[in-house]
């Protein structure tokens, strides 16, 4: 998928042309890790649960002891500023961000109220018509919150996902089904799972391990909205094996189906279809 086209930078209380720098080296975010993301979308003139994306990424600050300082609906009129400047046809992520600037105690725990933030706006396009993907097991697992920030969307997270998604593409496969500690499917190295059998959906349900997304939940109501049974649940590897169809759910593509999942292999199937077109209904319906 392309990217770095377009960029715009909300930095220190104003918006910049290009992918401006933001963080010193002696910054705790850029030593220490101490990030925190969140990402929202914009297309065909529509932000989709962006009070949503702009609460979410307060909350994860406070999980890594960083002090938020922009309220959340602050930040989507700031983000509607710079969504302003690009046409209505532009599809764009949109990445507000927080990271700690010094440290406390030892110089490891966030100083309190010392806060860094910033917005990138970078142009990236959605994913083709027809496009699918693919699925192979990972060595590598989900932590749980005794071992990580599980409950923030934390730049710290990903470099575990970056090792299963490597590990799947080395394989030839497209992405990477992930268990939790307990063995048991969590979700993929880098978005929401759903599998669909006899016309009932289902999903791993969350158990602290992996971030249930916005976009999973937003598919969850519209399909009970529409009448589909939708279960979360304990699911196994063999589940999937046994589905009628499988997809994934992440903001930046909203859905993806999947074509196989190692020797097993899906239909483009009615409820994956179906799924993405109540999200558009629902999403063009707000507004």
Same mark, same amino acid.
């Given at each position: ?13 104003? *918006? ?12 705790? &975010? ?10 929202? +979308? ?22 890594? /002891? ?10 989507? &009129? ?9 046409? !209505?046809?532009?599809?764009? %992520?949109?990445?507000? /961000? %927080? ?33 699918? #993907? @693919?699925?192979?097991? #990972? ?9 990580? $920030? $599980?409950?923030? !969307?934390?730049?710290?997270? %990903? ?11 080395? !394989? &030839? ?9 307990? &063995? ?5 190295? @880098? ?23 916005? @976009? ?19 699911? #196994? ?15 930046? /593509? !909203?859905? #993806? ?16 279809? +179906? ?6 209904? *629902? ?5």
């Amino acid at each position: 998928m392309a990217t770095g086209k377009n960029i715009r930078t909300y930095f220190d209380g104003g *918006w910049h042309e290009g992918d401006l720098a933001v963080i010193r080296a002696a910054d705790h &975010g850029a030593w220490l890790g101490t990030t925190v993301f969140d990402g929202a +979308r914009y297309v065909e003139g529509i932000a989709p649960d962006l009070d949503k994306h702009c609460a979410r990424v307060n909350a994860s600050a406070r999980a890594l /002891m960083i002090m938020p300082t922009v309220d959340p609906k602050d930040m989507v &009129g700031i983000i509607w500023e710079g969504l302003r400047l690009y046409p !209505k046809d532009a599809a764009l %992520y949109i990445r507000p /961000m %927080y990271w700690a600037l010094d440290g406390g105690d030892l110089g490891i725990v966030p100083k309190e109220g010392a806060t860094g933030f910033a917005i990138s706006l970078e142009e990236i396009p959605m994913p083709p018509p027809g496009f699918s #993907t @693919t699925l192979c097991r #990972t060595r590598f697992r989900r932590p749980v919150l005794e071992d990580a $920030v $599980v409950n923030a !969307k934390a730049g710290c997270l %990903y470099p575990n996902n970056a090792r299963m998604l490597k590990e799947a593409l080395s !394989k &030839g496969f497209g992405n990477a089904l992930v268990a939790d500690a307990l &063995g048991n499917v969590a979700e993929t190295a @880098t978005a929401n799972v759903f599998a669909v059998k006899d016309g009932e959906v289902f999903t791993p349900i969350p158990n602290g391990t992996f971030l249930a997304g916005i @976009t999973r939940a937003r598919h969850i109501e519209n399909l009970r909205r529409a009448g589909i049974a939708v279960h979360e649940t304990v699911m #196994t590897f063999d589940d999937f094996r046994a589905a009628d169809e499988v997809f994934l759910s992440g903001n930046l /593509m !909203k859905v #993806t189906p999947v074509s196989a999942f190692e020797e097993t292999h899906y239909q483009p199937g009615p409820m994956t279809e +179906r799924v993405r077109q109540l999200y558009w209904d *629902w999403a063009h319906s707000r507004g």
